[in-house]
């Protein structure tokens, strides 16, 4: 173990049991380092810890002190021994006093420290801080998953959904720097990410890093225009047709907590106004009140929305952006950390089996093909993905055909035989669909995975590009029925009687949406002239249970 500080106190407090550790001392970077270097010249594997002192003079007998001196020698301790556990040592109240400080904390985070302590040090707390690190520590190879897990997993709170996991540099410096950074201040956040990168997961996070009593959570996109007002603001008895009886807001409950504002880019234009107000002045009025509530809620809002260019159309308030934007964090797609895939992966599967008490593992070949694939839904579809193989191995080896066929998948014939093989089970197997409906729905599949180019498609599909015309067709028909019909489910069935009742409609347009991001949707809504109304209308549809199943709909006879 390696103590590095200019102060003779925190260097003397810092020690064990001679049985356990053998303790070197040292007062500069020059010496510890040059110490270091030739113990490895000698054969030694390195320290297995280093305690460092941010700021330290660089050479024996220096007075000048290096604001940045502690992190270059931790890096070059990490080249030593790639697994070494760091630990910087901070003064007082670091990374809150100031801009220099925190950046030169985000920086300590990118070498890929354990943990931080400040001062005053004090041994037991050394003696926590060890002691963790040694119950992650495992003898296992430090190129495995299992082993970058236990050293890339961020803790942040309880339960399931207690870690981050990433090894990746830019989810490392741009999300989990500015959670340790931003997260105890009361600033408004805005989180940008694709469908599925975990946005809430990243929300929660920093509402455990402010210390904030409670945590409300708003999904703005599956809240009709006409009710959001109400669902953030509450409204008093007799405010509208309906409401009879008071109705307490979210903000209202979010009081002294953070309400996230998912999918804040689909708030109507009172919303936005109201929202700004609550920005500015903590303060708001229930609908069909006078009286004034004032409220201390910190917002934290995501979108997967271009927010600049709703600006430039007109659909999103400018004011509102950049009250929002007090701290900005995108989180990248999962194809674009394609080392987090395997962590990630097995982070889920831990779960799994502490859950049902069993020791199930990834053959390579898994591993291989889930590193292979794209993952359009990013980390949700992951652990969806997981639960598939999991329950499909028997808790015991998941294998490469333990994965949905779509996983393993290498081309765009197999694109095809994987969607015509995942959707049989959804879709062409129920009693309650019939052919046509079931080849629009594939042809649509394989089309989005030959990524919307018709020739890839109907190579894939071995039909004439009139007939995936017809089929793409057939899915604009149900969208022209919404649209036309107000979006009223059921008289837009009965101008389809091909898809049965209406809210067998809903369950076939969820069919269709599986697999798509919100990217997706929002790419097919440009592309085909679609209002905001249909782009509310099919995230609602998505948001709806898969499992479904209406009374009237299971007496039907099923078809040979």
């Not at 320290?47 to 330290?56: E, Q, W, Y």
């Not at 809150?96 to 400080?101: F, G, I, L, N, Q």
């Not at 995108?330 to 895939?341: A, K, S």
């Not at 993905?385 to 490469?400: D, H, N, T």
């Amino acid at each position: 173990m390696v103590v590095v500080d200019d102060d003779p106190s925190v260097r003397l407090e810092i020690f064990f049991d001679t049985d356990r550790f053998e303790v070197v001392r040292f007062f500069d970077c020059e010496s510890a380092l040059g110490e270091m270097q030739r113990r490895r010249q000698a054969g030694d594997n390195g320290p297995c810890f280093a305690f460092v002192d941010i700021v330290l003079p660089l050479h024996p007998r220096d007075g000048e002190m290096d604001p940045r001196a502690g992190l270059g020698l931790m890096e070059e301790l990490r080249h030593l021994r790639p697994g070494i556990f760091l630990i910087p040592i901070t003064g007082k109240g670091w990374g809150t006093e100031t801009a220099a400080k925190r950046g030169i904390l985000d920086e300590a985070r990118t070498i890929g420290i354990w943990e931080y302590i400040s001062k005053p040090v004090t041994r037991n707390e050394v003696l926590a801080v060890v002691e963790r690190a040694l119950r992650q520590s495992e003898p296992e190879s430090p190129a495995s998953p299992a082993a970058g897990l236990k050293r890339y997993a961020v803790r942040f709170g309880d339960g399931d959904m207690r870690y981050i996991v990433s090894r990746d540099k830019q989810m490392q410096d741009s999300v989990l720097g500015r959670i340790a950074m931003d997260g105890p201040t009361g600033t408004p956040v805005l989180i940008y990410g694709e469908t599925g990168t975990g946005k809430e997961l990243v929300a929660r996070a920093i509402h455990q890093a402010s210390g904030r009593q409670r945590f409300l959570s708003v999904n703005c996109a599956a809240i009709p225009d006409s009710l959001i007002e109400s669902e953030l603001f509450g409204h008093e008895r007799g405010a509208f047709s309906g409401a009879e009886a008071r109705r307490i807001g979210k903000f209202e409950l979010a009081d002294r907590g953070t309400i996230f504002l998912d999918e804040v880019g689909d708030l109507s234009a009172p919303a936005q106004a109201k929202l700004l107000r609550v920005l500015q002045e903590k303060e708001f009025e229930r609908l069909g009140s006078t009286t004034t509530i004032r409220v201390d809620a910190r917002v934290v809002a995501a979108t997967n929305q271009d927010l600049e260019g709703m600006i430039r159309e007109g659909r999103f308030r400018e004011d509102l952006y950049y009250r929002l934007e007090g701290t900005v964090i995108r989180i990248p797609p999962l194809r674009e950390r394609r080392d987090d895939i395997p962590l990630i992966a097995l982070y889920y599967l831990e779960l799994l089996n502490e859950r049902h008490s069993c020791g199930c593992r990834f053959a390579d070949e898994a591993l291989a093909n889930m590193a292979d694939y794209r993952w359009p839904g990013n980390v949700r579809e992951l652990e969806n993905v997981v639960s598939y193989g999991f329950a499909r191995c028997g808790r015991s080896l998941i294998a490469g055909a333990d994965l949905p066929a779509r996983v393993t998948a290498r081309h765009a014939g197999e694109g095809f035989q994987a969607a015509v093989l995942d959707l049989a089970r959804h879709i062409v197997a129920d009693p309650l669909l019939s052919l046509g409906v079931a080849n629009i729905l594939i042809a649509q599949e394989v089309f989005q995975r030959c990524s919307g180019k018709a020739e890839a498609a109907c190579k894939a599909l071995g039909i004439s590009p009139n007939t995936l015309n017809k089929y793409r067709r057939s899915m604009d028909e149900v969208s022209d029925a919404l649209a036309a019909a107000g979006f009223d489910e059921e008289r837009a069935a009965r101008k389809l009687p091909d898809f049965g009742s209406a809210s067998f409609l809903r369950r076939r347009v969820r069919a269709f949406l599986l697999g798509m991001s919100d990217s997706d949707l929002v790419l097919w809504q440009e592309q085909n002239g679609r209002s905001h109304e249909w782009l509310a209308y099919m995230r609602w549809v998505r948001s709806q249970p898969a499992d479904e199943e209406p009374a009237s709909e299971a007496a039907r006879e099923p078809r040979g």
